[in-house]
């Protein structure tokens, strides 16, 4: 049958409910009992009970399913009581209803819509049934075309997050059913939502914490701009609670003092989002909420790749999705690092043996004036036979002359995943400049071996601000 604990008098002390065989008891944390109630039925056959309050006074009731074995059929049989013990028989219990009641616990939600709570029960084999505070049936019960299979309890929910309620049900159809509701989730017209109350299968009636709801997330936050997330709660139990912070983003902290959580997000981690999860908990049991945060470039000039950017391009480089092949080019990707496109040489394939000259993929002309410190960063998979095979990256201030930004130093270059680089414009040539260029260069290169050669996405031109 199980153990509830809760207040059902409202004097602001739990009360531990149980069953025996024949009764159904409620008892004092001294050890007294408040009370105890025979009922005619088997209590230790099978079935369940709970506690809420259904009616709405302030005060518990205790709901109690049992089995009935009678003329080689089975029913069950379901018992109300209030917060003395008393049999509710003003709402008509106990009611009787066809099906085994082994382990079927009787939920209490708003699961219609009408602001008020509904007593739930569905024993095995035989549709689901529901009635109001005052014993009437609930409209659109039975559901007649959803029975739970034997020693199973359905389990209410907002399992999408949409903010509508659904009902889980292991059916007797073999099949897993999960149907919407017409009542939004709203955890204060819950108190019993699954077979043992709550996910920690506590049976503990006292309200859970709940993460404070909306929570002070921006949806989208610029790099390099601190995000400060403030942790709150509404604590109606007044309980001792702890904060359980996971998947924080690299670089993103838990301050367990100030229960806040802090984050200066990098130039490197823009274009992507990123998700973490929150839950607080009193011991017993918890809430918790998923957030994502998008970062977006604080930069210069910025391209993510998911449109033309529109560089220029000698013949080879192309703008796209890449088609990664195996065998010798084996790391080469098959979408870019945040969307499926790139700029890239021969995307379908290696680059070229033999290549006489360099070619070279082009930034337009990028204007940094009032900023300092100028940096090019991007994401790269680049492989390429180097020494036999070349490439390069260099910047200009017109587009003719040119200056190396870097070279290799390894041989030979496989970049076997996505890698974030950056590199720092020398101060003569891109502070305060009203026009900078950048570009990417292959081959020449030998007749020997070729690989995919350059994958380039999410490009970023970053400086820091001239004070006037």
């Known amino acids: 049958m199980g153990t509830a604990l809760a207040d059902l008098d409202a004097d ?7 069953c025996t065989d024949k009764e159904v008891a409620a008892g004092r944390a001294t050890g007294s009992t408040a009370w105890k109630t025979k009922v005619p039925d088997p209590l230790d056959l099978g079935g369940g009970l709970c506690v809420g309050d259904l009616n709405e006074d302030g005060l518990g009731e205790v709901y109690v399913v049992t089995v009935v074995e009678a003329e080689e059929f089975t029913f069950s049989r379901v018992y109300a009581f209030d917060h003395k013990g008393r049999l509710l028989t003003e709402a008509g219990y106990p009611k009787t209803i066809m099906g085994d009641p082994t382990r079927c616990v009787p939920l209490i939600a708003d699961i219609d819509g009408d602001g008020h709570k509904e007593l739930i029960v569905g024993s095995s084999n035989e549709p689901i049934m529901a009635w109001e505070a005052d014993g009437s049936v609930t409209p659109g019960f039975p559901m007649l ?8 309890t359905p389990a209410l929910a907002d399992l999408d997050q949409d903010g509508d309620m659904e009902i889980m049900v292991p059916a007797d159809d073999y099949r897993f059913h999960v149907v919407d509701l017409p009542a939004p989730y709203a955890t204060e017209k819950i108190d019993w939502g699954m077979i043992r109350h709550d996910p920690q299968n506590s049976g503990w009636t006292a309200k859970a914490p709940q993460i ?3 929570l002070s997330v921006p949806s989208q936050v610029q790099a390099r701009q601190i995000l400060e997330i403030p942790l709150a709660t509404l604590n109606p139990a007044n309980l001792p609670l702890r904060w359980l912070v996971q998947g924080l983003p690299d670089g993103a902290r838990y301050d367990a003092n100030n229960c806040t959580v802090s984050w200066e997000p990098r130039v490197d981690q823009a274009f992507q989002s990123y998700t973490f999860s929150l839950a607080v908990t009193d011991g ?9 945060v998008e970062v977006l470039p604080d930069a210069i000039y910025s391209t993510n790749m998911d449109t033309d950017p529109n560089w220029t391009l000698d013949k080879s480089w192309e703008w796209g999705v890449p088609v990664a092949r195996g065998g010798i080019a084996k790391y080469d990707p098959n979408s870019g690092h945040t969307g499926p496109n790139v700029i890239g040489a021969l995307l379908r394939g290696n680059y070229l043996n033999n290549m006489s000259k360099t070619i070279y993929a082009t930034t337009p002309a990028i204007d940094c004036r009032g900023f300092r410190n100028i940096h090019l960063s991007f994401w790269r998979r680049l492989t390429v036979e180097w020494p036999n095979d070349r490439v390069c990256l260099q910047v200009s201030q017109d587009g003719v002359t040119w200056a190396d930004l870097w070279t290799p130093d390894q041989s030979p270059l496989m970049d076997e995943s996505w890698t974030s680089v950056d590199y720092a414009v020398p101060a003569g040539i891109g502070d305060n400049q009203p026009t900078l260029y950048f570009r990417w260069g292959l081959g020449p290169t030998n007749g020997s071996v070729a690989y995919g050669g350059w994958n380039l996405d999410d490009v970023q ?4 601000r001239i004070a006037d």
């Open 12 to 18: 602001g002390k739990f009360e531990v409910v149980f």
């Open 212 to 214: 404070d709801h909306p």
């Open 145 to 152: 075309a959803l029975a739970p299979d034997i020693e199973c």
């Open 284 to 292: 017993i049991r918890q809430d918790s909420r998923t957030v994502s």
């Open 461 to 464: 031109v970053t400086g820091e």
